[in-house]
Each structure stands twice: as structure tokens, then as C-alpha cells.
């Protein structure tokens, strides 16, 4: 089950400031490939430096393959630490496009699952991205928090007629170059969120059972740092360079 910390200080209410829309980051091509030859481009974000698309890899940074279910739906909710990848709805030519699904598990193997000189970041490292967006004046209309429109990618989302939203004119997201995709993510036995919700992982846990997934929701303008979700639950990966 999905759950949020109402603590965090992104899901305020939305501020709205007129102002001019943030010019688009770059993206930068560079030979950035992981261990079975998918190549990625990235993009520089204040500090940080990131993947821009979602990790596609079925291998661990050793080679060792990464397991899966059959079906793809299979139940999981009863194994102790289960280390899975799926393409989302199983469907292959999604995860060549858009990338995979993990569980925590996976993630935080000490095999490694980024390119080398990469990683995957952390509950902190999300929150660092956001802050810089908004404090940079990534918001809509160019200043507040909203800023799920500059972190969302161009295509994908379910429409909506409310502006701010990242399903509302798509085709002005992703200032910051960050193209997050709402492939959804898995539950215990389902494939959930297509086109409602780009949900990535990152290494921080909460507790025994869950752990960080920050989110960009369709139907929310901000960036939601303070998601959590079972460790067994399928969700993107995005990586950031060391």
C-alpha cells in the first residue's frame, strides 16, 4: 500500500507567481551505457547530473542476471526480500522505451544495477533536485513549488484541462530535462498508474518494510518527495552520476 509522510515540507498548497516559463535544460548525449549495452543520455540539473531516461539494464553491474516472474502479475507480497524486474504490464516494447521496474531489493543489492561512475540516489539526493527547481524558479509560470510540469517528460500523461498539471499543454514540460515518464509501478500483483504516476526508487528505507519513492503525480502540481512503498513493489530507477 501506498503511503505518504504528511511532514515534508514539498506537499505544501500550491503557490502560483506570474512570471516567465524556465527555459528547457539541455540534454546532453554522452557514450553513457550500462552493463547490456543500453546507452543514455544525460542532463546537468544545478549540481547534480542525472540519467534522462530510466534504467533499462535486466542485468546486475557484474552481469548476473536480474530475476522476474511469471507471470508478470505474480504475487510477491510473501517473499522476504524478493529481487525482481519487470517490463511495466509486461510489456517489452514499453521497457525498451521507457525503462523497467525494480523492486528495493534490487536496488540496493551491493552488486550494482547503474553504470559504472553512477548510482542510485537517495531519499536526500530527490529532495536536493527539488529544492533546486524551486528555488531556481522551475515552478509553473516561473516561481513556487509546482514544479511537477518541469520534471515531467512531454508525452504520457493522461489529459487534463487544469493548468499546472502535466497532462495540461505537455508539450511545455520538462524544463529541467529530468523527461520522467508515468509508467506507473507494480504492487504485490498488479501493474497500476500508467499515465498517472512516474514513481522512481531511492535507496532510503523507512523502517522493515518500506522504503522512499518520490513521485510525480498526474493530477498533483508539485513534486511529491515523501511517498513510501513497499520494498517488494516494482517502481523506475533514475540514476545520478557520483
Request: hydrophobic share 35%.
Amino acid at each position: 500500500m501506498k503511503k505518504i509522510l504528511l511532514i515534508f515540507t514539498l506537499c505544501l498548497p500550491v503557490l502560483l507567481f506570474q512570471s516567465c516559463n524556465k527555459e528547457k535544460q539541455e540534454i546532453h548525449v554522452y557514450p553513457v551505457t550500462d552493463i547490456d549495452g543500453n546507452g543514455y543520455d544525460t542532463v546537468v540539473i544545478g549540481p547534480q547530473v542525472w540519467l534522462a531516461q530510466n534504467l533499462k539494464t535486466i542485468s546486475y553491474a557484474n552481469g548476473e542476471l536480474i530475476g522476474t516472474t511469471s507471470p508478470s502479475d505474480k504475487d510477491i507480497s510473501g517473499e522476504s526480500s524478493p529481487k525482481y524486474q519487470w517490463a511495466p504490464y509486461g510489456n517489452e516494447k514499453s521497457a525498451s522505451e521507457s525503462g523497467r521496474l525494480y523492486t528495493w531489493y534490487v536496488v540496493t543489492d551491493n552488486r550494482g544495477i547503474c553504470p559504472a561512475g553512477w548510482h542510485v540516489p537517495s531519499y536526500p539526493e530527490w529532495n536536493a533536485l527539488a529544492e533546486y527547481l524551486i528555488n531556481n524558479n522551475y515552478g509553473f509560470e516561473g516561481s513556487g513549488i509546482d514544479i511537477a510540469k518541469a520534471m515531467a517528460s512531454v508525452s504520457g500523461w493522461s489529459s487534463s484541462i487544469v493548468p499546472g498539471l502535466p497532462g495540461n499543454d505537455p508539450e511545455s514540460n520538462n524544463s529541467s530535462g529530468l523527461s520522467a515518464v508515468p509508467q506507473g509501478y507494480r504492487g504485490k500483483s498488479s501493474f497500476i498508474g500508467a499515465g498517472q504516476t512516474a514513481s522512481f526508487w531511492s535507496v532510503t528505507a523507512f523502517g522493515a518494510t518500506d522504503a522512499y519513492t518520490p513521485e510525480i503525480w498526474s493530477h498533483n502540481p508539485n513534486f511529491i518527495g515523501n511517498v513510501l512503498n513497499e520494498k517488494y513493489c516494482g517502481a523506475s530507477v533514475r540514476c545520478l552520476k557520483d
